[in-house]
Structure formats: structure tokens, C-alpha cells
């Protein structure tokens, strides 16, 4: 429970836009970079002091600055003071727990968004990473938890000027960003629908205590996913339709078709979304169904030995006097009967098909 729920409870009393740090505490020191081009040339710089990043808010070239790590309040603090960014945005970079979502300040825009992937050290489970974009005219600067390889290859297009990343503006590059995060939840649908596929055919063959666990994981996993990617419907519409001054008419094309995407990706969630439920009352029927053939059989026993208990029962009373009870035949006879009764009763359940 604690992936999808934290602790937000320290920030209770303190006054708003107090930049507090909601979440894990990632290892390491904060890591700060610049990657500063245009069409003509490209340098990184590896910050150690964060003044040394102030120079690049007024170049005339793209400046992307990258923040890798979240726990470093004051350096945030003083990064956000110099760019001139409202202390309730910095409240919302430094707290993983924000809901996603997008703010235009008309001289900047700040994104919330959650990047997702699979931790394989602890059962393929889904993590999600809190990123935070804020993008102006000259430069776009990235907050998230810890260093990623995600964005590697755009920084590699960048230094080896391969397609339009250097001949575009700081817009181009935030939808580049976004693009990439959106098209690695292309790769958690499939690998959740290929464990939905795999359940399913347990649960079709031969369903067991544990294919109700698997169900209810999956279920929970794809509502974790539904949670974290619906509100970047409203985040990719705002931003495909023009609003912002800072978006350029030929970058809303691209920002429309990773809107697409992510009406495609709602949709699969969706229809997983009915499978698993659907998958659930399988799975439920499948238990009363198999119930209801241990109870038949335990009918057709006892409905077996309910007459001859009867008759074993009546000659079982201690009289003296007794029609059959001193007749030689009885015994054989009985048992005569009694056989003929139970391969009565197994013909009638036959015929009426309760066997």
C-alpha cells in the first residue's frame, strides 16, 4: 500500500508554498547538468555550483537543465528564486505525492507528470518516478527523483545534431521529453496485458487460490496505471490545442500526436479493465461450479444410502415378532433389494443427466 499512498501528513500546518520533500529519500548527491545548444554547436556542463546555471536563463540558445535528485531543498529554493518561479510550484516540484498536471505563468510553463517503469528487483512491480518540466521560451529545466536513462537518447541527438532537436526550440524539446515518458507506457500496457493473457488461461484450464491473487494485482496495477496517466489527457490537450504562447503552431502537431497516444493507452486500459473484471466473476463461477459438483456428488451418495439406511434400519429393531425375520431367504433377499434400489436410483440420475 505504500507505493500508491505517501505520507504527506509533514507538510500539515506549515504555511503554503513551503517546499517540503514528499517521498524516498533517492541516494546519492543532487546532480545538476546543462546541455546548452543551437543549430550550430552543442556543450554539456556538469554544474557543481548552482549559480553557475543562472547564466543560462537570458542565452539565446536552448538550454536544457537538468536536476536529478529532489531531496536538496535549498538548492531548489535558490534555482527557483533566480528563474523567478512561483514558491507554489517549487512546493509541487519537491512533492512526489502531486497530482499531474500543467500551469501556464504566461513567461514559463510547469508540467507535473509521472514517468512509470517496472523495478524486476522486487517482482516486476511498477514504480512511478515524479517529473517535473518547466519550459520558457530559451530553456527547459527537469526535476526528477534520480538520474534515468530514459532521456539518454535525446541528449545523444542533441550532440550528434541527428534529426530536428537543434534546429527546434525549448518547446520541441519538452515535447520530446514528454514523448518519451509517454512512449514507455506503451511498454507496461503490453507487458500487463501479456500477464492478463497468461492469468487467463489459467484461470480458463485450471484456476487455483492463487489466480484470484494474480487477479486482484493485476487489477490494482492497472488502476495505479489508469490513475497515473488520465490526468495527462488534459495536460497534452492544453498544450496541442495552441494556449500557450510558448508552444509554436508547427510543435502542437506533435504535441496532438502524442495526445493520440494517450487516448490509445486510456482505451487499452480501459478494455483491461473489463477483461480482469470479467476474469473475476469467471473465476467465481468457477468456484461455486465446482462446488456445486462436490455437493452433486455427495447428494447422489447419501440419496443412494437414504432408502437402504431404511431398510437396514427396520430390521434393525429389536422385535420378536417379525414376518421375515426367521425366514430363510431374508437376508439374501434384502440384500437383493437393496442392490436393485441403488442401481435404480444411479439410472434415474442418469437419465435426468445430476450424474
Not at 53 to 69: E, K, L, M, N, Q
Not at 130 to 153: A, G, K, P, T
Not at 165 to 175: I, M, S, T, V
Request: one cysteine or more.
Amino acid at each position: 500500500m505504500a507505493r500508491y499512498v505517501k505520507k504527506v501528513s509533514k507538510k500539515a500546518g506549515l504555511p503554503p508554498g513551503t517546499a517540503v520533500h514528499i517521498g524516498e529519500r533517492k541516494p546519492g548527491e543532487v546532480r545538476v547538468r546543462v546541455l546548452d545548444y543551437d543549430k550550430d554547436h552543442a556543450t554539456e556542463h556538469e554544474i557543481h555550483d548552482i549559480r553557475e546555471v543562472f547564466r543560462f536563463r537570458d542565452t539565446p540558445s536552448v538550454s536544457w537543465i537538468t536536476v536529478d535528485g529532489l531531496h536538496d531543498i535549498r538548492l531548489i529554493e535558490q534555482l527557483g528564486a533566480h528563474f523567478g518561479f512561483h514558491p507554489l510550484f517549487l512546493e509541487d516540484i519537491v512533492n512526489t505525492a502531486s497530482r499531474s498536471k500543467i500551469e501556464d505563468f504566461g513567461s514559463y510553463v510547469f508540467i507535473v507528470l509521472k514517468m512509470l517503469s517496472e523495478d524486476h528487483d522486487h517482482g516486476r512491480k511498477i514504480v512511478s518516478e515524479h517529473v517535473s518540466l518547466i519550459f520558457s521560451e530559451r530553456y527547459v529545466i527537469s526535476f526528477q527523483e534520480r538520474e534515468v536513462d530514459m532521456f539518454d537518447s535525446i541528449r545523444q541527438r542533441i550532440v550528434s545534431d541527428a534529426g530536428r532537436l537543434r534546429k527546434q526550440g525549448a518547446d520541441y524539446l519538452a515535447y520530446r521529453i514528454m514523448d518519451a515518458i509517454v512512449d514507455n507506457y506503451f511498454t507496461l500496457i503490453e507487458t500487463l496485458g501479456e500477464q492478463v493473457d497468461d492469468t487467463e488461461e489459467v484461470l480458463l484450464n485450471r484456476p487455483e487460490k492463487e489466480t484470484i491473487h494474480a487477479i486482484h494485482r493485476l487489477k490494482s496495477e492497472n488502476l495505479f496505471l489508469w490513475k497515473s496517466i488520465f490526468p495527462l489527457r488534459d495536460i497534452l490537450s492544453y498544450l496541442e490545442r495552441g494556449e500557450s504562447d510558448l508552444v509554436k503552431p508547427e510543435t502542437c502537431v506533435y504535441f496532438r500526436d502524442v495526445y493520440d497516444h494517450t487516448i490509445q493507452i486510456m482505451d487499452t486500459l480501459e478494455t483491461l479493465r473489463d477483461i480482469l473484471s470479467g476474469m473475476t466473476d469467471i473465476y467465481l463461477s468457477s468456484m461455486s461450479n465446482r462446488m456445486n459438483e462436490v455437493m452433486k456428488v455427495l447428494t447422489v451418495f447419501a440419496s443412494l444410502f437414504i432408502p437402504l439406511t431404511f431398510l437396514v434400519g427396520v430390521y434393525g429393531m429389536n422385535f420378536d415378532y417379525m414376518p421375515e425375520l426367521h425366514w430363510w431367504w431374508s437376508y439374501p433377499v434384502l440384500w437383493v433389494i437393496m442392490i436393485g434400489i441403488g442401481v435404480s436410483l444411479l439410472v434415474f440420475f442418469r437419465k435426468k443427466k445430476w450424474l
